[in-house]
């Protein structure tokens, strides 16, 4: 197409989570655990969820709709279009392809890319690739679209309160608003147990949890060094944590989350030269020959660093908690419901030229650092402010939500867990809960076929 293109990244971004949700002071309650397990220790307040009338199609059905409708896209001019996603209800057909029915209407099919499914890496995956095709050989001048949807469910239990749902779809071209820094993407796969769905008849994951921490933890170590070494050969007065403005993360819960920024200080800190230790980091040089593979759950570390970084953690991660926080674990949208929650928690001209560093991770394991810059066009009318007016929209609705008594939430969840393989099927959840535009699940056939419907 006449030479590499410039400023490759997110022209345009929508959100999409349920319209019921429980609260998790009132799941504490119910579950007869210590107040403030889930809300203090978890550092969750509300879980999004869904009745048997969603599924895995439905959701990203519901995002790709309206990020083509609220951007007025043609749909001739997308060439590709990826989804990523765990939830797993064919082990042969795509959800993409189930998308394309949106496309089909206006003829258009010529539309590469498929899913991609690694934990809740996929979305992250199905997004690099889209960058990809746009800054390769293989571009024809279209835009891409990346849609990463899930619905995160488990049984009765202490790990029932990290579930969650929702779907993010993204635009992708040149010449965007927020643009992928090239060359420094940092990654680390390797094979772990600590998270992993191998009962194809169920919902719900095996889980190793203190090991799924280690992973999580031990993951962004690797990637978190291996990022600030690629960016010191671009920028040699890099200076990690300091250098950003930003730093997101995949949040199974937000307590982990803030654990996490203290884990990045931690790495600051050992890698500081130790003439300017102690100035940057006063009264930590106790911990100056600790070892990070050993200190993944030294409680005197954590303290200690969870200190030391809590206004940085008020500045440059907080923000990004919103929907985490309301919404509950995403999977594979969880990273993006960061970055619209951090997009929206600023004003414009507080974004342009900002650069923040996200990290992405998927059980089993599969993760990757990478930073994006935001472009320096606040002008009214400029694709950054209509990306953030677009997102305001999409993140108020958290407040037009249902709150569902947790005994409610419970008998929906036992339905959907007991009618998970049934065929054929007609869903017994209620339609008109369902935010206008939501599609549904209106049947299941002897066939095991589909049919959905849109809510007016």
Request: one cysteine or more; aromatic letters at 10%.
């Amino acid at each position: 197409m006449g030479g590499r293109v410039e400023n490759v990244g997110i022209l345009a971004m929508e959100i999409y989570f349920p319209s019921q949700y429980v609260d998790q002071q009132e799941l504490e309650k119910f579950d007869e655990v210590a107040a403030g397990k889930y809300t203090i220790g978890l550092g969750q307040s509300k879980m999004g969820f869904c009745s048997d009338r969603e599924d895995i199609n439905s959701l990203c059905l519901t995002a790709l709709h309206r990020l083509i409708e609220k951007n007025n896209i043609n749909l001739h001019d997308i060439g590709r279009l990826e989804v990523g996603t765990e939830t797993i209800i064919d082990k042969s057909k795509s959800v993409k392809t189930f998308l394309m029915t949106l496309f089909a209407k206006e003829g258009a099919t010529d539309i590469e890319g498929i899913d991609t499914t690694n934990a809740c890496y996929g979305g992250t995956a199905a997004l690099f690739n889209a960058i990809n095709w746009v800054e390769s050989s293989s571009w024809d001048g279209r835009k891409a679209i990346v849609v990463a949807g899930d619905i995160a469910v488990y049984g009765k239990g202490p790990a029932r309160p990290t579930g969650g749902a929702g779907a993010v779809a993204m635009l992708i071209g040149p010449d965007a608003p927020l643009v992928f820094d090239c060359g420094v993407r940092a990654s680390y796969m390797t094979h772990a147990y600590d998270f992993y769905k191998p009962d194809l008849a169920s919902e719900f994951p095996f889980v190793d949890g203190k090991l799924s921490i280690q992973c999580y933890l031990s993951a962004l170590d690797n990637c978190y060094n291996l990022f600030c070494k690629k960016m010191r050969k671009v920028d040699p007065d890099f200076k990690g944590l300091l250098s950003l403005d930003g730093m997101l993360f995949h949040s199974p819960y937000c307590k982990l989350v803030q654990k996490s920024l203290a884990r990045v200080s931690f790495n600051d800190f050992l890698n500081a030269p130790e003439g300017e230790r102690e100035k940057q980091f006063p009264d930590l040089s106790q911990f100056s020959n600790y070892q990070r593979a050993n200190t993944y759950f030294d409680r005197d570390v954590e303290k200690a660093f969870m200190t030391y970084s809590k206004e940085l953690f008020e500045e440059k991660t907080k923000p990004s908690l919103n929907i985490a926080r309301n919404v509950g674990n995403m999977y594979t949208p969880s990273l993006y419901g960061g970055l619209a929650s951090y997009l929206v928690s600023k004003s414009p001209d507080q974004l342009i030229g900002k650069k923040f560093a996200l990290f992405s991770y998927g059980s089993g394991l599969a993760s990757t650092m990478y930073s994006i810059n935001i472009c320096n066009d606040m002008s009214a009318g400029s694709k950054l402010e209509k990306l953030i007016n677009s997102l305001n929209k999409s993140v108020a609705m958290l407040d037009q939500r249902q709150s569902v008594e947790p005994q409610l939430f419970s008998d929906l969840m036992q339905v959907r867990t007991e009618n998970y393989h049934t065929a054929p099927y007609e869903p017994s959840g209620p339609v008109d809960i369902l935010f206008p535009g939501t599609y549904y699940l209106v049947k299941i056939d002897d066939q095991r076929r589909r049919t959905y419907d849109r809510k007016l």
